[in-house]
Structures are given as C-alpha cells and as structure tokens.
C-alpha cells in the first residue's frame, strides 16, 4: 500500500477547511443574473455586472494588506450595509400581502438598483464580493433566512445582513426565527449549516419562482422550483413555495401534499403550517384546518396572515366572536391589513349590527385601496342603517360609477332614489 505522507494530509486539510462556497464552480453573479433575466427579460446582465465591478473597484484599495479578518469585515460591512444607506429585510416574506414584492427583493439585480432587498439578496451581493476579493466567507442556511459565514479555519464569525453585518450567534438567530436548535433538527440538516453556491442558487430559484407563478407563469414557476429542489433537496422552502402556487391555481390536494413534505424538513415553518390551514380548508376539513391555523399562530405570534384565515374559518362556521378577534390581531400585528378591516367590518354590519364600528373599518379599507368598490357599497349600507343617507347615498353612488353593471344588478340606483 502507498504510504499518504505530510503533503497529502495539507492538501486534506485545505480542502476540508475552505468554505463549500469556495468549493463550488457556479459563478454565482452571472448565474443569478441570468435567473432575473428569466423573471425580467428586459434586464441587461453587463450593466449589473458593471455594478459590481465598480464596487470592487472602490472597496479593494480599502482593504490594504496587514488588516485583521474582523477589520476586512467592519470595512465590507460599512461599504455595503452604511455607506449605501442599505435597506434590508428578512427572507421570511412568503406570509406577505404581496409574494411578488416581497420576493423580487431576493434579486440581485433588484438590490443593485434601489439597496434595498432581503436577507438572500445581500447574501447573494456579499458573496459575490467576498468571493471576489478572496475572503473565506460561506453561506449558512436556517429556516426562511441565510446569512454570511467568515472562517478561515482559525477564526470564524457570522455576519448578518438584516443588521448591517453584526455578529450574531446562531442562539440569537433562532431567538429571532423562533427555532428551537434542537440534535433533532440540527440532524434534517437544514438548520444553520455551512453551505455552498447551489444552496444559495436553489433559494434564489425558489424565489423567483414564486415572481413568476404570481406573473401567471406558472410552468416557467414549476420548472424554476424543480431547478431549486435538485440543487438542494433539503430545502423546505421549495415546497412552501410550491404550495403557494398550488394554493394560486386552486390545486389544494397538491398543495397539502406540498405542505406536509415542507413540515418534514421544516417542522417549525409557520408559513407551512398557515399553507396546510388554506388548503384543508379548502378541501371541506375545517377541524384540521383550524388545528394547523392555530399551530402557526404559535409558532409565529405576530403572523398576521394566519389570524385572518383562522379568522375567515371562524366566521363561515358562525363562530363571530372568535372571528371578530382574529381579524383584529391580524390587524393588531399588521395595521395596513385591508382585507382584515373588511372582513371585521362585514361582521359588524351583518352579524353584530354595530354600524358604526363597521362604518370605521370600511373606512380604514379605503384609506389604502381607495377604488375598492365593494368597499363603497358596504360602507354604504352601513351609513343607510345609521340613518344617514346622505352619505349612505354619496357612497353607492361612487359605487355606481365604479361598476355600473354589478350595481344594476344589486338594484342600487333604487336605494339611492329611495
């Protein structure tokens, strides 16, 4: 047998410790480009990668020979998150009121042109700039987020792009995820692991997958989740964002199954639960649906979304006080929830008959989304049991001229005259 001898174990040895980022061959500016070229055709990748360029060029003679790892990080850091004034969001965004905002943040080409996106879109820049000015920097994935990761071998710290680069220690990452660390969990590996290029490409599939199954582009979508899945099968992400579309095209049957395989590699993804929820829902099982409503809301009690579908169930199964409260916590936790207030406000006027309280949430409605139609119509009922028909009147007029033909048939024009 060949003897291994001292070069052979070196070679071991750094081949162990470099990052699996530095590890993989994917380029990963020119992949993620062509990834938003999909979602954006109209998108020139040379004047994105000319950005880049221009900021590598005004960070390296900052980076002078002799500075420590915690000095070349602060200084990215402040280049970055500081010095362009960046606005960044956490990933966990698949809850939002609009997904396709809420994802087009994860683009790099988006967070190129405004500094503003989420945590996968900084971690995609800052990748690409570490790679480039060759810091041993990795991405780590955990539960709807990913981070940064510097280690050298001799020293490593975290770098967390939600807040300009601190150093936060897994603990205090799962504190903010509300992820229990878990042997368990750490064993499905796909908590606060070490990971490599294709990781981050599969999150930026997903992602845009859900651009385009919000676009209508549902096969394009489909194809993209499938790219994200082979690139990483132990994303639980994938199939939450699957479900959604599923969820989109009325597929409920398809997007439980979806649901339950998130909850294997992700047992604590509120969104996977709330998904669960709107599918039983829809499939005539309301005792489970609301089970995983409720599971959500514990995972995650701030969860605006999942109150209001818990809120809707309640509401359809006469159980209006119940209602009544979820929708105000979605309100609570989301004060520009239109559908929460209107919702809450069809209650009062048809349920509860508290005109006013009805009157006041109709309102809030037409403060974001002021061509709402139906809104003006159910405020306008409402002013009409409130006995003031002048302003009952004012309201299903403007209802009228917003849409004429559901007027006529509602008979509107002669509760006007009446």
Wanted: glycine share 6%.
């Amino acid at each position: 047998m060949m003897k291994r001898g001292v070069g052979f174990i070196l070679l071991v040895w750094v081949i162990l410790a470099t990052p699996a980022f530095a590890r993989d061959k994917v380029d990963l500016l020119d992949e993620s480009l062509k990834i938003a070229r999909v979602v954006h055709p109209e998108i020139d990748p040379a004047v994105y990668k000319a950005k880049v360029e221009q900021l590598l060029s005004e960070l390296r003679p900052l980076l002078v020979a002799g500075k420590s790892p915690d000095d070349k990080i602060e200084t990215v850091n402040n280049f970055i998150f500081k010095k362009h004034h960046a606005k960044v969001n956490p990933m966990s965004s698949n809850s939002s009121a609009n997904p396709q905002n809420a994802q087009e943040e994860s683009l790099l080409s988006h967070v190129l042109d405004t500094w503003e996106g989420n945590c996968l879109g900084f971690t995609t820049l800052y990748l690409i700039v570490g790679d480039a000015l060759n810091m041993p920097v990795a991405p780590v994935l955990a539960p709807g987020h990913i981070f940064v990761q510097y280690n050298n071998g001799a020293f490593k710290r975290n770098i967390e792009t939600t807040a300009d680069g601190e150093n936060l220690s897994e603990d205090e990452m799962a504190r903010q995820l509300r992820v229990t660390l878990t042997p368990a969990h750490r064993a499905l590996g796909t908590y606060f692991r070490p990971s490599g290029v294709n990781d981050v490409m599969s999150s930026i599939y997903a992602n845009a997958g859900l651009i385009l199954a919000t676009k209508g582009k549902v096969e394009k979508a489909l194809h993209f989740y499938d790219q994200a899945q082979k690139l990483n099968p132990k994303n639980g992400e994938v199939h939450i964002d699957r479900a959604l579309t599923f969820i989109g095209l009325k597929q409920y049957g398809e997007a439980l199954a979806e649901s339950n395989e998130a909850l294997k590699l992700l047992p604590e993804a509120a969104q996977a639960y709330l998904n669960k929820g709107l599918s039983l829902h829809k499939l005539g099982r309301p005792v489970d649906a609301i089970e995983a409503y409720q599971r959500a809301i514990l995972l995650r009690p701030a969860f605006a979304p999942a109150y209001y579908d818990l809120g809707n169930i309640l509401g359809e199964h006469g159980r209006v006080d119940e209602a009544i409260a979820n929708y105000s916590k979605a309100i609570e936790n989301n004060r520009a929830y239109s559908k929460a207030y209107f919702n809450r406000g069809t209650l009062y006027l048809e349920e509860k008959h508290q005109a006013a309280k009805a009157v006041a949430d109709f309102s809030e409605v037409l403060k974001f989304d002021a061509a709402n139609h139906e809104v003006y119509f159910a405020r306008g009922l409402a002013y009409q049991e409130l006995g003031d028909r002048p302003k009952a009147s004012a309201d299903l007029q403007r209802y009228m001229k917003l849409e004429p033909s559901a007027a006529e048939k509602r008979g509107v024009g002669e509760m006007v005259r009446h």
